[in-house]
């Protein structure tokens, strides 16, 4: 940031959030409260719309934290910064704010996600490339297990968007694997991927999450359709490390 765009930041103690971003040559650097600010609109009895938006990133520890929760979640976490927080409280933000800020940040989330098209033309062939088309499917603040599955032509190229496979904890993996490759031979897949997350935002595989990759594989030779992966994913998490491979942490799954 430049000595000017620092400067401007500055302003936000002198001016209102939308002055902020009308006078903006570049929003990009218009303060992540002023921003939020505007979309919460009205502040609270002894605070300002601008303070609020400030306490309520600090609850979150980052606008990125703050934007992976859906309304349960808001509603959760702020009432657990207001009970542990009781001389810095969140008011002025009940269930209507919170679904008009989820409804915000979900929209932000699908600008990003892929288009079937743009799914289609990815190589995946490495953790990173196919945590980025996974991700799209999974909605942060989901209480439930889901599994999904990508399916990969000869060239590694998806050959549509991520399937879902299941949903919800169960003790019938078995099963679970059986329709990953039900949908690979459906689909003339050469290769597959898949992911699962663990709501906890703990990415440590479990006894069963190995088990079933070992499964996978098992059927994958059967099918000759490869396994290429396994990754845990954590979309609440906002950090680079949001997954994990499973593949590069117990590569003998795969031998």
Not at 181 to 195: C, I, N, P, Q, R
Request: net charge negative; with cysteine; charged share 30%.
């Amino acid at each position: 940031m430049t000595e000017s765009d620092r400067r401007f930041a500055g302003l936000a103690d002198d001016l209102k959030p939308r002055e902020l971003l009308e006078r903006a040559a570049d929003p990009s650097y218009v303060p992540d409260a002023a921003l939020l600010a505007i979309i919460l609109k009205t502040g609270t009895e002894g605070m300002d719309v601008y303070a609020l938006a400030r306490r309520l990133i600090d609850a979150f520890g980052s606008v990125k934290q703050l934007m992976a929760c859906d309304c349960r979640t808001l509603e959760l976490r702020i009432a657990e910064w207001n009970a542990a927080n009781p001389e810095r409280p969140i008011r002025g933000i009940g269930h209507v704010k919170c679904l008009e800020l989820a409804a915000a940040f979900e929209l932000g989330r699908r600008w990003s996600r892929m288009t079937p098209e743009e799914v289609r033309s990815r190589l995946v062939d490495t953790p990173e490339a196919a945590y980025k088309v996974f991700k799209g499917a999974f909605a942060p603040g989901d209480e439930k297990e889901e599994l999904y599955a990508l399916l990969l032509d000869v060239r590694l190229h998806p050959l549509r968007t991520p399937i879902r496979i299941s949903r919800g904890t169960s003790d019938s993996a078995p099963a679970f694997a059986r329709d990953v490759f039900k949908e690979a031979l459906k689909w003339g897949a050469s290769a597959v991927m898949v992911a699962h997350n663990h709501p906890s935002g703990d990415l440590e595989p479990s006894k069963g999450d190995l088990d079933f990759t070992r499964r996978l594989v098992e059927l994958g030779e059967i099918a000759q359709i490869r396994l290429l992966d396994h990754l845990i994913v954590a979309p609440s998490r906002a950090d680079p490390e949001s997954h994990r491979s499973i593949r590069g942490t117990h590569p003998e799954l795969f031998a």
